[in-house]
């Protein structure tokens, strides 16, 4: 084996074992120190990988991003019409915040500014690439969704759809991300007591009204919810990462 594939072999098992330790520990009570005696190296090894804990975590970050690409590329390959597959996207991102919040708040913590002052450039840039190209991979099913699944948009020029697409893009991630922290809070359960799985339906009710501000115009939409969650159930079963730990929605 090559000494460039060692190297390479090496880094991947300090990310692996430190995703696992983030997600044990925390962030804040993770020490450098900590992930050698886990990974049985030296400390001068991991620090010829990574140049803080910062920067390993913006690996770590880049290593669930690069799942979130293989579970949108299993969505966008499923036979259903566009505007499933973005009800797909956000029940797995509602089933990932539900099932595995310490894998979100890495990659959540990785996006803050004071995070990438301290990694090294090089890995920043990468992992926004990575989200780039992951927005990307969204914003061609959202175009899709616009000219099959929309009313309204007929005589909108490529631009004005383009537009549209990201306006939908920024309000679809930020419904999902308010939505989820709602229910982790407990608000939800607190507003709604006697609503049984209250988190779900405050999720399904107010993403399903978003889409139809859009022009969605779905006569049966909790049929298409319940359809697209386990169209999303078996896509997340796709990756390595998310499918551990399910727990029970």
Known sequence: MLRREKRELREKEIIERTIELLSERGFLALRMADVAKETKY???????????????????????????????????????????????????????????????EIDNLSLMSSVWRRATKQRAHELNELHVELANMFLDIVLE?????????????????????????????????????????????????????????????????????????????????????TVAQQCINQTTWFANGEKSL
């Open 42 to 104: 030296s400390m001068g090894t991991i620090y010829s990988h990574f140049e803080s804990k910062e920067d390993l975590l913006v690996a770590c970050a880049q290593a669930l991003v690069q799942e979130h690409q293989v579970l949108f590329n299993a969505i966008a390959t499923q036979p259903i019409p566009a505007i499933e597959k973005i009800i797909t996207v956000a029940q797995c991102s509602w089933q990932l915040s539900r099932n595995h919040p310490d894998l979100i």
């Open 145 to 229: 969704a616009i000219e099959k699944s929309l009313d309204g948009y007929e005589k909108l020029n490529h631009a004005q759809t383009e537009q549209l697409a990201h306006h939908l893009t920024h309000g679809m991630w930020g419904l999902c991300v308010g939505l989820s922290s709602t229910a982790q809070s407990g608000y939800a359960s607190t507003l709604c007591p006697e609503s049984g799985d209250e988190s779900y339906i405050h999720f399904a009710t107010n993403y399903s009204n978003f889409l139809k501000g859009y022009g969605w115009q779905e006569v049966h939409p909790d049929a298409v919810f319940e359809r697209c969650k």
